[in-house]
C-alpha cells in the first residue's frame, strides 16, 4: 500500500508542477501582450506641410492647407529680331498730328554728348502740336527729367514694350499713371522742355524692349523708324 501510495503522490505532484508551469507561461504572455498595447507609440516626423497663418502643430493640422509648388517662370525678352517682328503687327502710329511717314528722318544712330548714341527719333513739329499714342496700353510713368522735360513713358498691352515720349510742353487733361489708353489717344503736346532747343520744338520717340523686371525707365533700345516709316 505504501508503494502506491508513493506512486499516487508522485503523480499528483508533477501534474501540480505541470499546472504551475501552464500559468506561470500564460502569465508571462498576457504581461508582453499588456506591455506590446502600453507600449508609446514610435514617434513619426511630421510633413512639412504650408498653414494659414497657423503657428501650433495641434491647429496646423486642422487647418492644413495645400500650396502647390510655384511653376510661373518670368517670361525672357523676346530676342531683339522678334521683337521688331512683334511690333510690326502692332502697325504703330505717327504719334505727332499730322505728320506724314515721309517727314520722318532716322535719327536712331546719332551722336549725342558725351559720346553716347540718340537711340530715338525726334519728330519735329510747332509747339503745342497734338501728340498722339501709338499703341494701345498704359501710362507706365509720368516723370520730368533734366534731359528729356516733361515726359511720358507707355507700356504696350503685352508690357513687353516701352514707348517713351519727351520734350512735351504739356500734359493732355485727364492723363494719369495707370490709366489705361487706346490707340490715337491724345497724350500732351509737341514742346522744347528739357535739353531741347526753344527755337526746335520736337517731340523726342523712343522705343525700348522691357527686360523681366517691367521697370520703366530702362530697356534694350528699338529704332522707331522702320515701324513707323513703313
Known amino acids: 500500500m505504501r508503494r502506491v501510495d508513493r506512486r499516487r503522490a508522485e503523480r499528483f505532484r508533477a501534474r501540480v508542477l505541470t499546472v504551475g ?3 506561470a507561461v500564460g502569465a508571462l504572455a498576457a504581461t508582453a501582450l499588456i506591455a506590446h498595447h502600453e507600449r ?57 498730328e499730322g505728320v506724314s511717314a515721309g517727314d520722318l528722318q532716322d535719327t536712331f544712330a ?13 519728330i519735329m513739329a510747332p509747339r503745342g502740336t497734338e501728340v498722339h499714342a501709338v499703341d494701345d496700353g498704359t501710362i507706365a510713368k509720368l516723370f520730368t527729367s533734366k534731359a528729356g522735360g516733361l515726359t511720358i513713358y507707355q507700356f504696350d498691352p503685352t508690357q513687353s514694350f516701352s514707348y517713351y515720349y519727351a520734350h512735351l510742353d504739356r500734359y493732355a487733361t485727364g492723363i494719369a499713371e495707370q490709366q489705361p489708353v487706346r490707340r490715337g489717344q491724345l497724350l500732351g503736346y509737341v514742346g522744347s522742355t528739357g535739353n531741347a532747343s526753344e527755337s526746335a520744338p520736337h517731340l523726342h520717340f523712343a522705343i525700348a524692349r522691357l527686360g523681366t523686371d517691367h521697370s520703366w525707365w ?3 533700345p528699338i529704332n522707331p523708324y522702320p515701324l513707323l516709316a513703313k
Open 40 to 96: 508609446p507609440a514610435r514617434a513619426v516626423e511630421p510633413a512639412i506641410v504650408a498653414t494659414s497663418g497657423v503657428s501650433s502643430p495641434e491647429t496646423a493640422v486642422a487647418r492644413e492647407t495645400v500650396v502647390p509648388r510655384s511653376t510661373a517662370i518670368e517670361a525672357a525678352p523676346l530676342p531683339l529680331g522678334d521683337a521688331m517682328l512683334a511690333l510690326q503687327k502692332r502697325n504703330l502710329r505717327i504719334p505727332v
Open 110 to 122: 546719332d551722336a549725342r554728348a558725351i559720346g553716347r548714341r540718340h537711340d530715338a527719333i525726334d
Open 21 to 23: 508551469l501552464s500559468f
Open 218 to 220: 530702362k530697356g534694350d
